[in-house]
């Protein structure tokens, strides 16, 4: 009776490990679509605080030649963020406000301009140069999903925006 019984449980683990397999399997791929994610969102804002860096800075200096362009600005974030996986999604948009008014120095329609949360509490005396970066995440191992159902295995892909601004002496 005794062997009988031992014998009918062999299976039992590998029934059970067959259970949990694919819940860890699931934890695993999550954890590194998360890890990737956040690494994702501080390169973004990384990126554009460079950016916004070398804007205000660009022509500070005494050996500097001049101004920085939109394309050596857009150039230093792409640089910074040339890591991403999916980086040719990244867009950049280059403001300033100068007493209240916004305007695009780079980016086309200026869509990232239209910020009013940004002003400044002394604009007479500063210009406030804004950089914005927007990228989209994509996992790096993409899962099944049912976007219509709103049922995801893990991320999906998302935007990651992020804004950088610093004042700038007139």
């Not at 969102?41 to 001049?66: D, F, K």
């Not at 009013?116 to 927007?134: F, K, R, W």
């Not at 049912?146 to 002496?169: D, E, K, Q, S």
Request: aromatic letters at 8%; hydrophobic letters at 45%; charged letters at 10%.
């Amino acid at each position: 009776m005794m062997r009988r019984n031992t014998r009918g449980r062999r299976g039992q683990s590998l029934i059970e490990f067959a259970l949990v397999l694919p819940l860890i399997f699931l934890l695993i791929v999550n954890t590194v679509n998360f890890g990737a994610f956040f690494y994702a969102w501080i390169t973004v804002a990384s990126a554009a605080r460079t950016g916004a860096q070398y804007m205000v800075l660009g022509g500070a200096s005494a050996t500097a030649p001049g101004e920085a362009t939109p394309a050596q600005i857009a150039a230093i974030v792409r640089n910074d963020a040339a890591s991403l996986p999916n980086a040719q999604s990244l867009q950049v948009t280059v403001c300033t406000n100068n007493d209240g008014v916004m305007q695009p120095v780079s980016g086309g329609s200026g869509g990232g301009c239209s910020t009013s949360s940004l002003a400044d509490p002394e604009p007479e005396q500063y210009v406030l140069a804004t950089v914005d970066v927007t990228y989209t995440y994509q996992p790096l191992i993409p899962l099944w999903d049912f976007p219509a159902l709103g049922v995801h295995a893990t991320l999906p892909p998302t935007t990651i925006h992020r804004t950088a601004a610093m004042r700038m002496i007139q």
